[in-house]
């Protein structure tokens, strides 16, 4: 069966306000997986926002250091749906934001290997 | 946090060329090294984990090498649609890092 994430939630936002992401997913077993974001700054490279592990593995969700503090990653199981809470938006979050799946190989090796066409969001007054 | 640098940031080839990619970490990061490609307008596509296993589907054209803090990726015969932006990421510990990507064009 085909692995899919679709993104949807994307926008224009003011800065300072909040804004929430969603990742529908499909094709596999989504309660067991370990889940992330990226965004691409327009005409920049891929930046790592976070991680969600499975609810098994503990739920708990790493985050980079730019978004620490004020985005949050969550899962609902019973929809096959992962979020990204985004508070106190800058001008600078302003980017094509991407699920992934994040897996994990032998020897703990891990890699994000389903990708969404991502949702943009514009923080912008 | 651990940074990652590619270099060149873009090269341009011709058809049939071999072309190398070079990626190093700021610390050593064993073999926890993921490569994806890029084309324009399009999400990102893994393309290989753990230094140098293919990810499944991708075209044997396509290695990688490395350990420790150096790391390549090579396109044995370039092809006009391996026209792409490549990126390294660590996998070591979070938080995960991109290097700053490799454009690739046709001569």
């Known amino acids: 069966e085909v692995q899919l994430v679709v993104e949807s939630g994307g926008g224009l936002v003011k800065p300072g306000e909040s804004h929430r992401l969603s990742c529908a997913a499909s094709g596999f077993t989504f309660s067991d997986a370990w889940m992330s974001w990226v965004r691409q700054p327009p005409g920049r490279g891929l930046e790592w926002v976070g991680r969600i592990k499975s609810k098994t593995d503990g739920g708990t969700a790493d985050y980079a250091a730019p978004v620490r503090g004020r985005f949050t990653i969550s899962r609902d199981d019973s929809k096959d749906t992962l979020y990204l809470q985004m508070n106190s938006l800058r001008t600078e979050d302003t980017a094509i934001y991407y699920c992934?799946?994040?897996?994990?190989?032998?020897?703990?090796?891990?890699?994000?290997?389903?990708w969404g066409k991502g949702t943009t969001v514009t923080v912008s007054s | 946090d651990i940074q990652m640098t590619q270099s060149p940031s873009s090269l341009s080839a011709s058809v049939g060329d071999r072309v190398t990619i070079t990626c190093r970490a700021s610390?050593?990061?064993?073999?926890?090294l993921n490569w994806y490609q890029q084309k324009p307008g399009k999400a990102p596509n893994l393309l290989i984990y753990?230094?140098?296993t293919l990810q499944n589907g991708v075209t044997s054209r396509f290695s990688g090498s490395g350990s420790g803090t150096d790391f390549t990726l090579t396109i044995s015969s370039l092809q006009p649609e391996d026209i792409a932006t490549y990126y390294c990421?660590?996998?070591?510990?979070?938080?995960?890092?991109f290097g700053g990507g490799t454009k690739v064009e046709i001569k």
């Open positions: 992934t799946t994040y897996k994990v190989t032998g020897g703990d090796y891990y890699y994000m290997d389903v």
């Open positions: 990421q660590h996998s070591y510990r979070t938080p995960l890092t």
């Open positions: 610390q050593s990061i064993s073999t926890y």
């Open positions: 753990a230094t140098s």
